[in-house]
């Protein structure tokens, strides 16, 4: 019998997901980031006794921790390794036609944040990869020693939204004209020294920002957020609810802006004299405003803190 994992992973907001989704016997149900299957296993409980349960993840470890965490429920559980901007193609290989209820999960699961071969970390050295999809070949070092130093200024600053990129970036090519980086401590290390000491320099790491960016170029996160949320829509039938946990403002942005979307009773570009659109929403939101992790959760999983819970049922 082998031990078990020393890292664990906490769902963040799982309970409240959860209800959200308003599962029931016999829904099907989809889980586009399985993770450690913390949700996914919630979800099979409460759709009792025969509610099905598709999962997605494009980290062929996580498919596998899952795969052994729900292995008793047998056939109600279907796995595949897969980006979940892919979900219709996948629902439809497994015959699913419609969903009635979507979670997403964008935050990086601590197995992959706590295993320093994976190079997510700046507080743990190790190769300085980043790929969630380990059949990717571009890798954060790729990046990190390619890029132009005005790009790659321009990627900390938009995906990381960091005010200190220029300055970042110079250090960057300055090192690398002497040394390539290959390790996640040469960079962190690095962005540290670059980035002068704020109030919140002990609270939050220096590199935090430029590893954050680093990791959604690698990955390509935001644009298959942006493409997963108008096809997941689709694939709800009505009255089916979608739930989508975001960690960082660019991704709640997207979330926050189709929501709204859908949520309008008129949708008509504004130089329409009338309206074409009948005049109706397609969505009704479950959350005006995203919902956070209370004190306890915060307290008790640190990475819960900035995570924003944002749900809607289709019309």
């Avoid at 078990?4 to 769902?11: D, F, K, N």
């Avoid at 099905?52 to 008793?72: C, F, H, M, P, Q």
């Avoid at 074409?276 to 209370?294: M, S, V, W």
Wanted: charged share 30%; hydrophobic share 40%.
């Amino acid at each position: 019998m082998q031990d078990r994992p020393l890292i664990q992973h906490i769902p963040v907001m799982m309970g409240r997901a959860v209800e959200l989704l308003a599962c029931r016997a016999g829904g099907i149900y989809i889980d586009g980031t399985v993770g450690g299957g913390g949700y996914a296993e919630a979800i099979l409980k409460a759709s009792e006794p025969d509610g099905i349960l598709l999962g997605l993840d494009w980290d062929e470890a996580a498919v596998a921790r899952t795969a052994e965490r729900l292995k008793s429920y047998g056939s109600r559980v279907i796995l595949e390794k897969a980006s979940f901007a892919g979900l219709p193609e996948v629902a439809a290989r497994h015959g699913i036609a419609q969903a009635d209820g979507i979670v997403v999960d964008l935050g990086v699961s601590s197995f992959q944040l706590d295993d320093p071969a994976r190079g997510f970390s700046f507080s743990q050295d190790g190769p300085l990869d980043m790929r969630m999809d380990q059949e990717k070949t571009m890798t954060a070092a790729d990046l990190v020693n390619s890029l132009p130093e005005r790009e790659l200024a321009d990627l900390i600053f938009r995906l990381g939204e960091e005010k200190w990129s220029r300055r970042i970036a110079r250090a960057i090519v300055r090192r690398r004209e002497e040394q390539s980086f290959s390790r996640t401590g040469e960079l962190a290390g690095l962005v540290a020294a670059a980035v002068p000491p704020t109030k919140d320099s002990r609270r939050i790491h220096p590199a935090t920002r430029t590893f954050q960016a680093l990791r959604l170029a690698v990955n390509g996160e935001l644009e298959t957020l942006r493409n997963f949320i108008p096809r997941a829509f689709e694939l709800l039938r009505t009255g089916g609810r979608l739930c989508v946990v975001a960690f960082h403002s660019l991704e709640d942005r997207i979330v926050k802006e189709q929501f709204r979307e859908w949520g309008k009773s008129c949708r008509c570009p504004a130089d329409v004299l009338r309206c074409q659109c009948e005049g109706r929403p397609l969505a009704k939101l479950l959350t005006r405003k995203p919902l956070r992790p209370d004190e306890t959760e915060a307290a008790a999983n640190p990475r819960a803190r900035s995570a924003r819970l944002r749900a809607l049922e289709r019309l």
